[in-house]
């Protein structure tokens, strides 16, 4: 009876009533996700439950909930990407060589999520250091998609965006770099956001690319999604680059039903690799927004060719030395064959880092190394000002951009991870956005005949996450 209950919620707010009025408790909701997490622990998505904690926690917010001072989290139970430090717990960003970490402080967005009183239930799996797009690069193995147990999750936030597929949690944080929050999303059914470079601070978050890197909702509803951007943004002492622009409210923005001018992209639709039902699902989408009384129209991103290529050398060069850090003297994994300084290193890093990670610190070095910089590092950085210069060019004529998610559905666990080259092509509709900074969502957009999500994406403009949330909210409901 509760379980069914619990289940009909799609919207926090709605479960937000259930508990104030008393016809929930937070300690059932508790018991209710980690039963299923057990019952599913299979799909791999968790790394490890907090139960005894989150139970303690329960008591913690019923009383506030009861009282009246409760937070606007109060009652979410939200499930960790594993590269977000929550203090006291382990954090390991899916890797061997920080096996046994503990954070020493909690990230601002796991505080920001605390203050309102959201119940942190565990920590979930993820691609290595989130370097993938299946989460099969992982040290603890795949997720599985609730869809179907053959497939992929997604990655690199693959526990993240199953945990909420398969109502493990109520919504999930997770980061994207390059589509890691939106991909999975799209592959799993669910609401993914990534907003503007700099709209949500970095601390605290394990460091991939840096000029990239953004934390994020994953969530059942665009109400939900927008409710935890209005938390967790904003400006951060701790992360210089986070900007001080107010965060309006946006969950209570979303009613806008204006006619909006849209772009599509052309070159996406022509795109080689694209999965026939994926582009049947977009047209009909363009339709559909027609029929609404929006204006929908082609245009043309010449560089589409070029933004994988790009993505991956600027996110390597970065990666490359952000990843410096673990050396196996400062945190997590040292080998136990080191002797000296240089063999602690060479060894600690040659066991821990798993062969994913090392191509990409390869590939990073190479591309910064002194012969080769100009050739490949500054002219991708070249490259990604004309990108984001064109991007910026059509959203000044238009709200809105919208593509697919991804080129094809969730693909075969073990189909694409022994060619780094295919996996990559996996982010070739995600890449752009991330590459200019802006915001954008994957909405669950129907199914395939074989019953697989399909994702759209909706790009918006520059800190206009509440522009592209009331439409996402008209798109989805
Ligand atoms: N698949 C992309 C990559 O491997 C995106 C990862 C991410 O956004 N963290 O880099």
Redesign the pocket.
Known sequence: MITEKIQSYTKFSDLQSALKTGQLKVVDLIEYYCERIEKFAHLNAFLEVFKVEALLRAEEIQKKIDIGTAGKLAGMIIGLKDNISFKGHEMTASSKILKGYHAVYSATVTKRILQEDAIIIGRLNC?EF????SNETSFFGPVKNFADETKVSG??SGGSAVAVQADLCFASLA???????R?PAAFCGVVGLKPTYSRVSRYGVVA?ASSFDQVGPITKSVEDAALILEVIAGNDVHDSASSNLKVPEYSKLLDDKSKKKIAYIEETLHSDGLDPEIKDNILSQIQKLKDEGHTVEPVSFEFLDYVVAT??IL?TAEASSNLARYDGVHYGYRSPDATDLMSTYKKSRSEGFGEEVKRRIMLGTFVLSAGYYDAYYSKAQKARRLIKEKMDHILENYDFIITPTTPTPAFNIGEEITDPVVM?L??IF?VGA?LAGLPAISIPSGKNKAGLPIGMQVIGKRFKEENLLAFAKNLYR
């Open positions: 691609d989130a370097m993938g797009a990655g690199s980061s994207d770099t390059g589509g890691s929050i991909q991939y993505y991956y996110t990559y996996a982010d995600t991330s």
